[in-house]
């Protein structure tokens, strides 16, 4: 029976899974569903096998994020622009966090 804090994809594998299935003898029936066997979903498979495996599990598959390229781009403009929107101290001025992201939008666009 699916629980409250399972996903739902983790609820739709519930629906697939007899007792006793392991990853060799669900496969053919999750590709015969037409659901891609992704390492989420053998992650999923995992954690309702073995539930107290489910930490390393976890690790083997979780990944960085990437940054779009203009999240880069902004990134880089940002970087170059606060110097000018900051005190001696390091603190901002009035409004130059503001105006500095309003100018690193501005750069990031024409670069």
């Known amino acids: 029976m699916a629980c409250e804090n399972c996903t739902r994809l983790e609820r739709m594998l519930f629906q697939l899974i007899a007792p006793g299935d392991t990853l060799q003898t669900l496969q053919p029936a999750i590709s015969s569903r037409g659901i891609p066997l992704t390492?989420?979903?053998?992650?999923?498979?995992?954690?309702?096998?073995?539930?107290?495996q489910e930490a390393v599990a976890m690790k083997a598959v979780k990944?960085?994020?990437?940054?779009?390229?203009?999240?880069?781009?902004?990134?880089?403009?940002?970087?170059?622009?606060?110097?000018?929107?900051?005190?001696?101290?390091?603190?901002?001025?009035?409004?130059?966090?503001?105006?500095?992201?309003?100018?690193?939008?501005?750069?990031?666009?024409?670069m």
Do not use: C, I
């Open 39 to 52: 390492p989420e979903m053998a992650v999923a498979l995992d954690r309702l096998a073995r539930p107290g």
């Open 63 to 110: 990944t960085k994020r990437k940054a779009s390229k203009y999240a880069v781009k902004y990134g880089k403009a940002f970087k170059k622009v606060a110097k000018k929107h900051m005190k001696k101290g390091g603190g901002w001025k009035t409004n130059g966090f503001k105006r500095a992201q309003k100018e690193a939008h501005k750069l990031a666009k024409r």
